[in-house]
């Protein structure tokens, strides 16, 4: 029993590790974060700075309020239709906004096609955490790998735009995994009350990016 239990997870994290990569269909390469604005404007200029925005954002911005968001619609604990208003609401400027709600409707027609669901559009972090409760995976593993998603993305576009390149966008990257693994533990057993964002500079520069003269990305 012991090994096709363990079967089970291992597809059931192959499962999760398909939906949370670059080939899922999702667009999330088209979405910065704000990133852009933040390089446009000097604040991100090499892979130190690189570092600490990317780690603001994640530890104390919109990464901490989707860690959240994430485990509190994998635990089933508030409704998908609440956590999905909330997380709207959550978005910093129409931007942000629409990063999370076209991926999220993205994700939702892809994985609604995969598991024979019919789930409406919601933002990311709840359709992410509300397809994975058909899973047998801790929450702290799902909010992980969609904290690693996340940030991989953002690298990747580090990397071209700073530019940073491939291997100092990488370790970047790596740098931020005890931080991404401790904030999965603590947001698996967050509630409402635990939700708060304090990346005040990122959240303008994506704000600003809405006015952006010359744009590659969306957000």
């Not at 709600?101 to 019919?118: M, P, R, S, Y």
């Not at 359709?127 to 799902?142: H, I």
């Not at 964002?197 to 809405?210: C, Q, T, W």
């Amino acid at each position: 029993m012991a090994t096709l239990r363990t079967e089970a997870e291992t597809r059931d994290l192959l499962a999760l590790v398909q939906w949370l990569s670059p080939a899922f269909p999702v667009g999330s390469y088209a979405f910065s974060h704000g990133l852009e604005q933040a390089v446009a404007a000097g604040d991100v200029r090499d892979a130190p700075a690189f570092a600490a925005w990317l780690g603001t954002i994640v530890l104390h911005g919109s990464g901490w309020c989707d860690a959240v968001l994430v485990s509190l619609a994998h635990r089933g604990s508030h409704s998908a239709a609440e956590l999905a208003a909330l997380s709207s609401a959550l978005a910093a400027g129409s931007e942000r906004w629409r990063e999370t709600a076209e991926q999220g409707a993205a994700f939702l027609k892809a994985t609604n096609a995969l598991l024979d669901t019919a789930y409406p559009p919601m933002p990311l972090p709840v359709a992410v955490g509300v397809q994975a409760r058909r899973l047998s995976l801790p929450t702290e593993t799902v909010v992980g790998l969609y904290l690693q998603a996340f940030t991989g993305n953002l690298a990747t576009i580090a990397a071209r735009i700073v530019p940073l390149g491939q291997t100092a966008a990488q370790r970047c990257l790596a740098g931020l995994a005890p931080e991404i693994s401790g904030l999965a533990g603590r947001a698996a057993i967050a509630g409402l009350d635990d939700l708060a964002s304090g990346a005040f500079r990122g959240d303008l520069a994506a704000m600003v990016h809405e006015t952006l003269d010359v744009r590659l990305f969306q957000s």
